[in-house]
Protein backbone atom coordinates (compact mmCIF):
# COMPACT_ATOMS: atom_id res chain seq x y z
CA UNK A 1 0.00 0.00 0.00
CA UNK A 2 2.54 2.40 0.73
CA UNK A 3 4.35 1.64 -2.20
CA UNK A 4 1.05 2.65 -4.44
CA UNK A 5 0.57 5.85 -2.31
CA UNK A 6 4.49 6.68 -3.47
CA UNK A 7 3.39 5.65 -7.00
CA UNK A 8 0.40 7.71 -6.82
CA UNK A 9 2.84 11.02 -5.29
CA UNK A 10 5.16 10.29 -8.01
CA UNK A 11 2.89 10.37 -10.75
CA UNK A 12 1.24 13.98 -9.22
CA UNK A 13 4.62 15.42 -8.65
CA UNK A 14 5.58 15.19 -12.56
CA UNK A 15 1.58 15.95 -13.54
CA UNK A 16 1.76 19.20 -11.78
CA UNK A 17 6.22 19.56 -13.27
CA UNK A 18 4.71 18.95 -16.65
CA UNK A 19 1.99 21.18 -16.50
CA UNK A 20 3.86 24.58 -14.57
CA UNK A 21 7.36 24.10 -16.18
CA UNK A 22 6.96 22.01 -19.18
CA UNK A 23 4.53 23.04 -22.17
CA UNK A 24 1.52 20.68 -21.27
CA UNK A 25 -1.02 23.44 -22.01
CA UNK A 26 0.73 24.12 -25.33
CA UNK A 27 0.31 20.44 -26.42
CA UNK A 28 -3.57 20.07 -24.84
CA UNK A 29 -4.02 23.58 -27.02
CA UNK A 30 -2.68 22.08 -30.13
CA UNK A 31 -4.74 18.99 -29.45
CA UNK A 32 -7.65 20.59 -28.64
CA UNK A 33 -7.11 22.52 -32.15
CA UNK A 34 -6.02 19.85 -33.97
CA UNK A 35 -9.82 17.91 -32.89
CA UNK A 36 -12.06 21.20 -33.93
CA UNK A 37 -10.18 21.19 -37.10
CA UNK A 38 -10.87 18.00 -37.88
CA UNK A 39 -14.36 17.92 -37.15
CA UNK A 40 -15.03 21.56 -39.01
CA UNK A 41 -13.25 19.27 -42.03
CA UNK A 42 -15.57 16.66 -41.46
CA UNK A 43 -18.17 18.92 -41.76
CA UNK A 44 -16.83 20.75 -45.02
CA UNK A 45 -16.08 17.59 -47.01
CA UNK A 46 -19.74 15.59 -45.87
CA UNK A 47 -21.57 19.37 -46.94
CA UNK A 48 -19.08 19.02 -50.29
CA UNK A 49 -20.15 15.66 -51.02
CA UNK A 50 -24.20 16.61 -50.33
CA UNK A 51 -23.76 20.09 -52.70
CA UNK A 52 -25.01 18.15 -56.09
CA UNK A 53 -28.31 16.90 -54.00
CA UNK A 54 -28.57 19.79 -52.86
CA UNK A 55 -28.41 21.90 -55.40
CA UNK A 56 -31.34 19.92 -57.52
CA UNK A 57 -34.90 22.18 -57.88
CA UNK A 58 -36.48 19.49 -60.22
CA UNK A 59 -38.69 17.02 -58.78
CA UNK A 60 -38.20 14.98 -61.77
CA UNK A 61 -34.19 15.00 -61.41
CA UNK A 62 -34.35 14.28 -57.72
CA UNK A 63 -36.89 11.13 -58.81
CA UNK A 64 -33.84 10.28 -61.24
CA UNK A 65 -31.12 10.31 -58.44
CA UNK A 66 -32.60 7.59 -56.31
CA UNK A 67 -33.50 5.60 -59.46
CA UNK A 68 -29.97 5.64 -59.70
CA UNK A 69 -29.33 4.93 -56.15
CA UNK A 70 -31.83 1.97 -56.30
CA UNK A 71 -30.00 0.33 -59.13
CA UNK A 72 -26.67 1.07 -57.77
CA UNK A 73 -28.20 -1.27 -54.80
CA UNK A 74 -26.94 -4.46 -56.82
CA UNK A 75 -23.69 -2.95 -58.15
CA UNK A 76 -22.72 -0.72 -60.77
CA UNK A 77 -26.13 0.04 -62.57
CA UNK A 78 -26.46 -2.41 -65.97
CA UNK A 79 -27.35 -1.08 -69.68
CA UNK A 80 -30.32 -2.82 -69.12
CA UNK A 81 -30.99 -0.61 -65.56
CA UNK A 82 -30.02 2.57 -67.15
CA UNK A 83 -32.49 1.95 -70.58
CA UNK A 84 -35.20 1.55 -67.37
CA UNK A 85 -34.72 4.99 -65.76
CA UNK A 86 -34.17 6.78 -69.07
CA UNK A 87 -37.64 5.22 -69.85
CA UNK A 88 -39.19 5.93 -66.40
CA UNK A 89 -37.47 9.42 -67.08
CA UNK A 90 -39.11 10.54 -70.75
CA UNK A 91 -42.54 9.60 -69.22
CA UNK A 92 -41.97 12.14 -66.15
CA UNK A 93 -40.08 15.01 -68.44
CA UNK A 94 -41.07 16.32 -72.06
CA UNK A 95 -37.66 17.35 -72.95
CA UNK A 96 -35.74 16.34 -75.69
CA UNK A 97 -33.57 13.49 -76.03
CA UNK A 98 -30.38 15.61 -75.86
CA UNK A 99 -31.81 17.17 -72.84
CA UNK A 100 -32.69 14.09 -71.08
CA UNK A 101 -28.90 12.85 -72.07
CA UNK A 102 -27.63 16.58 -70.23
CA UNK A 103 -30.32 15.52 -67.37
CA UNK A 104 -28.90 12.02 -67.04
CA UNK A 105 -25.12 13.43 -66.73
CA UNK A 106 -26.37 15.60 -63.93
CA UNK A 107 -28.29 12.29 -62.24
CA UNK A 108 -25.04 10.40 -62.33
CA UNK A 109 -22.97 12.90 -60.84
CA UNK A 110 -25.28 14.03 -57.90
CA UNK A 111 -25.77 10.14 -57.20
CA UNK A 112 -22.16 9.40 -57.39
CA UNK A 113 -20.95 12.49 -54.98
CA UNK A 114 -23.78 10.84 -52.56
CA UNK A 115 -22.48 9.08 -49.62
CA UNK A 116 -24.61 6.54 -49.19
CA UNK A 117 -28.53 6.38 -50.16
CA UNK A 118 -29.74 7.52 -46.62
CA UNK A 119 -27.93 10.59 -47.18
CA UNK A 120 -29.11 10.78 -50.80
CA UNK A 121 -32.77 10.46 -49.63
CA UNK A 122 -32.24 12.46 -46.54
CA UNK A 123 -31.43 15.40 -49.02
CA UNK A 124 -34.04 14.80 -51.29
CA UNK A 125 -36.95 14.01 -49.58
CA UNK A 126 -37.67 17.89 -48.45
CA UNK A 127 -37.64 18.92 -52.17
CA UNK A 128 -40.18 15.83 -53.10
CA UNK A 129 -42.31 16.38 -50.38
CA UNK A 130 -42.38 20.08 -50.95
CA UNK A 131 -43.22 19.67 -54.79
CA UNK A 132 -44.89 16.40 -55.38
CA UNK A 133 -48.66 15.53 -54.76
CA UNK A 134 -49.67 12.61 -53.38
CA UNK A 135 -50.66 10.67 -56.92
CA UNK A 136 -46.88 11.88 -57.88
CA UNK A 137 -45.73 10.25 -55.15
CA UNK A 138 -47.49 7.08 -55.61
CA UNK A 139 -45.95 7.70 -59.25
CA UNK A 140 -42.16 7.78 -58.14
CA UNK A 141 -42.36 4.89 -55.79
CA UNK A 142 -43.55 2.86 -58.82
CA UNK A 143 -40.72 4.17 -61.27
CA UNK A 144 -38.37 3.17 -58.11
CA UNK A 145 -39.89 -0.94 -57.75
CA UNK A 146 -39.98 -0.76 -61.66
CA UNK A 147 -35.39 0.07 -61.42
CA UNK A 148 -35.61 -2.49 -59.02
CA UNK A 149 -37.94 -5.20 -60.94
CA UNK A 150 -34.90 -5.18 -63.71
CA UNK A 151 -32.52 -8.62 -63.71
CA UNK A 152 -35.26 -10.78 -61.97
CA UNK A 153 -36.77 -9.00 -58.72
CA UNK A 154 -35.53 -6.69 -56.13
CA UNK A 155 -32.99 -7.36 -53.90
CA UNK A 156 -33.31 -6.68 -49.92
CA UNK A 157 -30.91 -3.85 -50.44
CA UNK A 158 -33.15 -2.21 -53.41
CA UNK A 159 -36.40 -3.23 -51.09
CA UNK A 160 -34.76 -1.10 -47.98
CA UNK A 161 -33.92 1.65 -49.81
CA UNK A 162 -37.57 2.19 -51.66
CA UNK A 163 -39.16 1.54 -48.22
CA UNK A 164 -36.86 4.35 -46.74
CA UNK A 165 -37.96 6.22 -49.53
CA UNK A 166 -41.41 5.56 -48.97
CA UNK A 167 -41.02 6.92 -45.34
CA UNK A 168 -39.12 10.06 -46.33
CA UNK A 169 -41.59 11.38 -48.52
CA UNK A 170 -44.80 9.85 -47.01
CA UNK A 171 -45.91 13.30 -44.57
CA UNK A 172 -49.74 13.45 -45.32
CA UNK A 173 -50.25 9.63 -46.22
Keep these: M??????????????????????????L????????????RRAGDRQL??????ALRDPADAAGVLMWLVARQRGLPTPEQEAEILAQMRDVTESAEDDLMIRMAVIRHAADRAPDASVAI???????????????????LR???????????????????????RRAIQGDW
Excluded at 122 to 140: C, F, I, M, N, Y
Excluded at 143 to 165: C, F, I, S, W
Design 29 to 40: DHALSDWRKGRR
Design 122 to 140: ASLAPLLRDRLTRTERGDL
Design 2 to 27: PILIALAGALATGLITWIRYGDALAH
Design 143 to 165: MLQAVAQVHGGPTEAQERVVAEV
Design 49 to 54: RTAPLN
